[in-house]
């Protein structure tokens, strides 16, 4: 059965106790200033760092070679009782077509869009509205999708920039930030192929990706 496609933002809020502690870990990060090219300089060197089409563009290269054609998937569209089946079809025949690509090992990079929330002076940060950034390539608009998402983000910044946050946000201000995160395909189901329920005929393609690092950025 096809997935259905929804767009969903994440309210994540403070939590307390001992419970999921390496969740807490995992989500708790400091306000990094750096710029977006000099994310190299603090990950690791192995890192493939897919912010922008072309780079995105290339990872799928390597693991399916070419896009579906999306047209003949879609056929007459939502209203076609075979739709169902031919996407399940494309997603198999691509997941066993994968298998053993080197590309299934790389540790990738992507980004989420972040907006800080109230601040709170327990956990010494801020919390998180997080969702997905939609980028439209030639394999179709992708949208990179955790295995999980951590629990309990809170951004922590320095002092100086704290202060300054705390105050943009009680003037009623919008603070965006950018969510990095870190991780390895799933080995099954590493991709998800689907339409999107928005536009017709668009095709959507979902890297399914287990995280093992998130940093935050403040946008410059």
């Known amino acids: 059965m096809r997935t259905l496609w929804v767009i969903t933002v994440l309210f994540l809020t403070v939590g307390t106790g001992g419970e999921g502690w390496a969740e807490d870990a995992l989500g708790t990060r400091s306000l990094l200033t750096i710029a977006r090219k000099d994310l190299p300089t603090i990950l690791p060197s192995d890192c493939h760092i897919l912010l922008d089409p072309h780079s995105i563009e290339q990872f799928l290269d390597a693991l399916d070679g070419s896009p579906p ?11 076609d009782s075979g739709l169902d089946e031919r996407l399940f079809s494309l997603n198999r025949e691509r997941d066993a077509k994968r298998a ?7 540790k ?22 997080i969702g ?5 390539t030639r394999w179709g608009v992708i949208r990179f999708k955790p295995e999980e998402v951590p629990s309990n983000l809170v951004v922590t910044p320095e002092p100086s920039i704290r202060d300054v946050l705390r105050r943009q946000l009680e003037a ?22 689907d339409f999107s329920h928005d536009e ?21």
């Open 100 to 106: 053993g690509k080197e590309a299934l090992e790389w």
């Open 200 to 220: 017709e005929g668009v095709g959507i393609i979902m890297p399914v990706v287990r995280i093992e690092r998130v940093e935050y950025l403040l946008p410059r």
């Open 108 to 129: 990738v990079v992507f980004l989420w869009s972040g907006e800080l929330s109230q601040y709170d002076p327990t956990a010494g940060g801020f919390g998180l509205a």
């Open 69 to 79: 054609d999306w047209g003949r998937v879609y056929g007459r569209g939502h209203r």
């Open 132 to 136: 997905p950034i939609f980028t439209p």
């Open 172 to 193: 009623g201000r919008k603070v965006d930030i950018e969510v990095v995160m870190v991780g390895r395909l799933i080995p099954d189901e590493s991709l998800a192929y």
